[in-house]
């Protein structure tokens, strides 16, 4: 059987299952001489419905001073999978972690706690997770006091749960992504209980604010709302994430404050569909684009955000990006596929022409952007007069970069069940002719730069040479050139010398009176 064709019922055999005990609080089971303690468990079926219940922000979080030394003297390890959001979520675990006493480390030994916080928009990841858990198998062994546990979107998967229930029983704690706030209290439970503890909610849970956040580097992750009601026919997000539920505007504005006094360079704002923000409030009107001309009058030198949906670009969200100042001009805005069949396929619902002509009006109110995207090669059907849909789409666009896949069917998602036709050899080749094309965009992108003097927010030493330093310009682009590392985290003027495809090189300009290129 191909690995495009996984069998997952040998995942579903708990015919040596026992429950122990089942009540309005859970059901603990014995499955291979583990017990297992099950608060509550994904329902995919819940998970596709949208209610109208109400989402309540709740603000009063502080840790109880009872869980403040569970971790006194303890180290916690947190391998994080996937996207920014991922990445955001890491921070409040690593947050929570840290007010519970736990430090960090990077030593799997020394470890106390294990966390792996997955992603599940590709099979790939889910692969890299499972070989992970592998690996931790036999430091669980050496080590059984020490807790494992999986979290993320992966948790929120039926699947994968069960796959864990039988096929990974030395697993400690299991949650997902509409209950991180909860860790403390699951990690108490496992500690005491010395059995496995499962907690997932397939209903997505409340807003919660104030929870703590242990950010590292220069750029400050601002989630501003949760979820996406979009249900693209090969995305498993909507199911992992929930509803959208967008953040209230006082309590991104005032982190987004926090931050800029802190002295945070740069913000990127996340979710899973920025700008459907605000769709979802009742009691005011006010979208993506009054958030975004907020935290224009902000001082805090860069706003990013990701990821976009081309259906909610509206107008006024441009002319916002367009008043530029610290909205920089870099938009990521996924396309997916150039053809318009296939976007019907994908319930993209935008045509090839409107995202063109989105595309043109962008370009037209933002002069110096750089458009970059997503692109899915293989979707089920996909002709080989489609794929140069997506060629000649791209040409016309002329993106800077993008992030190209193979399609890979979801358990759970509507084209999980279209026939996988396009052979894994077509899909393979249609992926180098694009990346290929991609990379000589961005190329000729890069030479346009030659004789510029850029602004570079510097990141860190290059890690090919200790002498270089490394960092990105407005536009996202990477920028090697020489200097000390005292000057990381400051920025600095680059005149541009040398431009390759991946990244461009420059010399460090000190003249002040240089002019800036908006690149």
């Not at 995942?11 to 026992?18: E, P, Q």
């Not at 792996?116 to 590709?122: G, H, K, P, S, V």
């Not at 996406?228 to 504005?253: A, H, N, Q």
């Not at 997503?374 to 800077?400: A, H, K, M, N, W």
């Amino acid at each position: 059987m191909s690995k495009e064709q996984k069998d997952y019922s040998k995942y579903f055999d708990f015919s040596d299952a026992k429950i122990l005990s089942e009540d309005e609080n859970g059901k603990r089971i014995r499955i291979r001489g583990r017990e297992i303690n099950i608060l509550s468990e994904p329902n995919h079926r819940q998970e596709k419905q949208r209610g109208k219940q109400d989402v309540q922000v709740l603000y009063d979080t502080a840790l109880p001073e009872e869980f403040k030394t569970i971790g006194l003297g303890k180290f916690y390890l947190v391998y994080t999978f996937g996207c920014q959001m991922n990445e955001h979520d890491s921070e409040t675990i690593k947050g929570m972690l840290e007010q519970m006493g736990y430090k960090p480390t990077e030593e799997r030994m020394e470890a106390d706690i294990i966390l792996l916080n997955t992603c599940a928009i590709r099979e790939n990841a889910e692969d890299k997770v499972f070989g992970e858990l592998g690996h931790l198998k036999h430091l669980k062994t050496e080590k059984p006091d020490m807790l494992l546990g999986v979290c993320g979107c992966m948790s929120q998967e039926e699947g994968v749960v069960k796959r864990i229930l039988s096929k990974h029983g030395f697993v400690d704690l299991v949650f997902g992504t509409h209950n991180i706030h909860r860790l403390p209290h699951l990690i108490q439970e496992a500690l005491f209980s010395k059995e496995m503890v499962v907690e997932v909610w397939s209903k997505e849970g409340d807003i919660v604010e104030n929870l703590p956040k242990k950010r590292e580097g220069l750029r400050g992750w601002v989630n501003i709302m949760y979820g996406c009601d979009k249900f693209c026919t090969y995305c498993i997000v909507p199911f992992t994430r929930g509803k959208e539920r967008s953040r209230r505007p006082e309590d991104v504005i005032a982190e987004v404050r926090e931050l800029a006094r802190q002295g945070f360079k740069e913000i990127t704002l996340l979710g899973q569909n920025v700008n459907a923000y605000g769709k979802d409030f009742t009691d005011i009107n006010y979208t993506f684009a009054n958030l975004m001309d907020d935290i224009h009058k902000i001082d805090i030198p860069r706003v990013r955000f990701t990821t976009s949906h081309p259906r909610d670009f509206d107008d006024h969200l441009i002319e916002v990006l367009a008043k530029g100042g610290n909205l920089v001009e870099h938009i990521h805005l996924p396309v997916q596929s150039g053809s318009s069949q296939v976007l019907k396929k994908m319930s993209r619902k935008y045509t090839r022409e409107a995202y063109l002509e989105l595309a043109q009006k962008i370009k037209k109110a933002i002069p110096d952007v750089v458009l970059t995207s997503d692109f899915i090669v293989g979707f089920p059907g996909e002709t080989d007069e489609q794929f140069e849909e997506t060629l000649s789409l791209v040409r016309e666009v002329g993106y800077d970069f993008a992030y190209t896949y193979i399609y890979s069917p979801r358990e759970g998602t509507p084209a999980a069940v279209m026939e996988d036709n396009v052979p894994m050899e077509v899909k393979s080749e249609r992926l180098q002719r694009l990346n290929a094309l991609i990379n000589e965009q961005s190329r000729k992108s890069n030479d346009r730069m030659l004789g510029r003097t850029v602004e570079v927010l510097v990141e860190g030493v290059s890690k090919n040479n200790e002498s270089m330093l490394s960092g990105r310009t407005r536009s996202n682009k990477l920028v090697h050139f020489e200097g000390s590392a005292d000057l990381i985290g400051s920025f600095v003027h680059v005149r541009i010398t040398d431009p390759m495809t991946w990244y461009i090189k420059g010399d460090m300009i000190t003249d002040p009176s240089v002019a800036i290129d908006a690149v």
